[in-house]
């Protein structure tokens, strides 16, 4: 993959792809990495989008309309996640002073995109006067790369970013499957995501207290939505806890699976 070809795929990314601007948030507490598929041979199926790919976070969907304070009653999902996206995405426009009046969604969504642009290009110390916004993206994603690939004892000289990002995410992965005693051998990217998402979905509720006899991962996910939201977020733990790393991993499946 070519860096321009990358930046203009996360920039796609960040900016109007549906999943991520419906399932991952603007701040931290709402980067869950809930995007659960079934590991069993015999369940396995295509990868949907859409509005039957939404089904797979209705807990989350309605938990974020209840906190952004949308009427659920008699709607469908698919309606309620769009109404949440926009929700979401006039909450943040609000916060960076864009003026919202008159623009579509995508529209919105990629000025929101460039001004976070702007605004860490200056928080890592990068000269923002008369360049172009592309250029620009590639020197907060090389940046950002780069620190945490020093943060990780990653060598970073003379890699192309697309390459370093590829070393970033697996350090990363590793990482967090070692935390969780996940096992990573003969795996593939994606599964081992699952199994540190499973893993961390049976770690909160234990710290919450919680039953999960007989339950599967995904409803016990529901459930602490449903019922411990309050309690998860005041302990910082999943699905609520800190996720900046998730900007690094955003693209890894279809691309490396």
Known sequence: MKTKFFIVLMTVLIASAWQISTVFGETNTDNAWFDFISKDKDEEK???HGKKDVHKH???IKYKAK?????????DLTTLAKEVKEAKL???ASE?????EGKDIKELAMEIHQAKVMKEAKQLGIEVEGKDYDDLAEEVLDAKFKAKAKELGIETE?????????EVRKAILDREAESYGVETEGKKEHEIVMDIHEAKIYDSAEKLGMDTEGKKPKEILNEIFENYA???K???????ENNDDKFYLQHHMEDHD
Request: charged share 45%; no cysteine.
């Open 90 to 92: 006039m909450k943040k």
């Open 96 to 100: 960076l002073g864009i003026d919202t």
């Open 58 to 60: 209705e807990a989350w």
């Open 67 to 75: 906190e952004l304070g949308i009427e659920t009653e008699g709607k």
């Open 158 to 166: 003379g890699k192309e970013v697309d390459d370093l990002l590829d």
């Open 46 to 48: 295509p990868k949907e």
């Open 234 to 240: 005041e302990l910082e733990i999943f699905p609520f």
């Open 230 to 232: 309050a309690e998860a």
